[in-house]
């Protein structure tokens, strides 16, 4: 149904990509639309996906109410991406290039150093979790398993996502299309393996939560998948031709994203709730869990699945915290840039794997502390997206005196009252180094810290929404002016 862009991409997938922050030559665009499936796709076909229907079930729900929360969560984030993509035809440039259009060029700085910390951070997750998995494996199989495994695990793993960063875009589209192939086709073979270990009568006799429950998980999802990609949406895109359909754009984005989450969420939701010792188990170890109800011959398929699965994502997420550390002000070549953040992201991965006891509950503190910012951030760029009729000047986003400015007040500020709005309205208890989160829940009758509201995450929303609806109410005519000076 999908053509393999293999085609359309570059001869030499091992050369290192020379582009950092620059624009895209028309002469180097290249391939269409549904070149975009492959990356999106392969990034989120990881088998993290399954665990998600246990995260969900956590926040009190039924199975329907885990389903509803997961599908608008999941394609509602992801169709975000996809607006935001194309962007990227239109300016050939990386998304937190085109950010300095709303932000100013220096102005953009702030929400760089967000959306940089934002992919370290994923990227230290999806290594984790890998090595976790891998561990866990060769455990059962009795070949180790201890911190010995878990230390080569990490080498071997972070190796190969940081090489895939520094090598650069061909390389990840060719390695996302081998991704995407070997990892569904094994996670299909270990669906119909662990299908016996589904109880619909356990399942769909779990209690309904209420409104606030089914908010929160809604949030939640979002911000594990499509909001957890909306600072690099426009990385790939950029690289399509000026002619490429907008509709398409969305459209393959929105579909290459959603798709593996959907149905993974579906399995996961029906094997977590059919068996309460392996919904405990997967907030320990997400992934390695699984291989509990796995036959011994499948382990180490199931490791390829697993290590493919989360380097896939994590070789998107280095590439893009590369370009945004460049956006941020460090004057390093890109694939520098992707060194340091592998060391980062290594150490962050030690701290994980050996020292942290709690995965799930800072995995959660995690997502919304960065969700709430990067979704002010968010609200400001799709609704310059919305006002915007032309393309881009390319020269003046790299010019601090050019018709994009310098420093913008107004969508600095917006940004950092949705964060401030935000943070007031969400909470984690399982994370301890967030107990301040959650300090305007009093003060807007919704309960307070330990309120019906408390857990809905409504300041994702939140700050989502006043990013929106202030640049569409106040930059209408910033923009107009930006772009009749374009047209003469």
């Not at 620059?22 to 492959?38: C, H, M, N």
């Not at 088998?47 to 885990?66: C, K, T």
């Not at 004057?331 to 995965?359: H, K, W």
């Amino acid at each position: 149904m999908v053509d393999a862009p293999v085609e359309r991409l570059d001869s030499r997938p091992f050369a290192v990509e020379s582009h950092g922050l620059d624009v895209i030559a028309e002469s180097e665009r290249k391939g269409s639309p549904r070149t975009l499936f492959w990356p999106w796709f392969g990034a989120n076909v990881g088998l993290l996906g399954l665990s998600y229907g246990s995260f969900a079930l956590g926040f009190g729900i039924s199975f329907w109410q885990a389903l509803i929360a997961g599908v608008v969560g999941i394609v509602f984030s992801f169709l975000l991406c996809g607006f935001i993509g194309v962007g990227g035809k239109r300016g050939s440039a990386p998304t937190m290039v085109l950010s300095r259009a709303a932000y100013g060029v220096r102005g953009n700085r702030m929400p760089a150093v967000i959306s940089w910390v934002l992919d370290v951070g994923w990227e230290t997750v999806l290594i984790a979790l890998a090595t976790m998995a891998t561990a866990t494996v060769f455990g059962r199989l009795g070949w180790g398993g201890g911190t010995s495994t878990e230390i080569i695990a990490l080498i071997v793993v972070g190796a190969l996502t940081v090489a895939g960063g520094v090598l650069g875009f061909d390389m990840i589209m060719r390695l996302q299309t081998i991704i995407t192939v070997v990892t569904g086709v094994l996670t299909i073979v270990y669906m119909v393996l662990v299908v016996g270990h589904i109880h619909w009568h356990t399942v769909s006799a779990i209690p309904s939560g209420t409104v606030q429950e089914l908010i929160g998980a809604l949030v939640f999802m979002m911000t594990g998948f499509g909001l957890g990609w909306v600072n690099a949406a426009a990385d790939y895109s950029r690289y399509l031709p000026r002619k490429a359909s907008n509709r398409s754009i969305v459209g393959w984005t929105t579909f290459g994203g959603s798709l593996a989450p959907l149905v993974l969420l579906l399995f996961g939701l029906l094997l977590a709730g059919s068996s309460t010792s392996l919904n405990k188990s997967i907030a320990a170890d997400p992934i390695g869990a699984l291989t509990t109800i796995l036959p011994t011959w499948f382990l180490v398929p199931f490791a390829i699945v697993a290590i493919l699965g989360m380097v896939g994502g994590a070789v998107l997420d280095i590439y893009s915290s590369g370009l945004s550390l460049l956006a941020a002000g460090v004057r390093i070549p890109r694939y520098a840039a992707a060194g340091i953040d592998g060391v980062l992201m290594t150490a962050g991965a030690i701290y994980i794997v050996f020292f942290s006891t709690s995965f799930i509950g800072q995995f959660e503190g995690f997502l919304t502390t960065l969700g709430v910012p990067i979704s002010a951030w968010c609200g400001v760029i799709l609704a310059d997206l919305a006002l915007r009729r032309r393309g881009y000047d390319e020269h003046d986003l790299f010019s601090t005196r050019g018709r994009y400015g310098d420093i913008r007040i107004l969508p600095l500020a917006t940004t950092v009252i949705g964060t401030v709005l935000g943070w007031g309205l969400v909470t984690n208890s399982s994370a301890g180094w967030l107990n301040w989160h959650g300090y305007l829940l009093s003060a807007f009758g919704l309960g307070g810290k330990t309120g019906s509201w408390a857990y809905a995450n409504l300041g994702v929303l939140a700050a989502l929404a006043l990013g929106f609806v202030v640049t569409l109410a106040l930059s209408r005519n910033r923009i107009r002016e930006q772009e009749q000076s374009l047209s003469h």
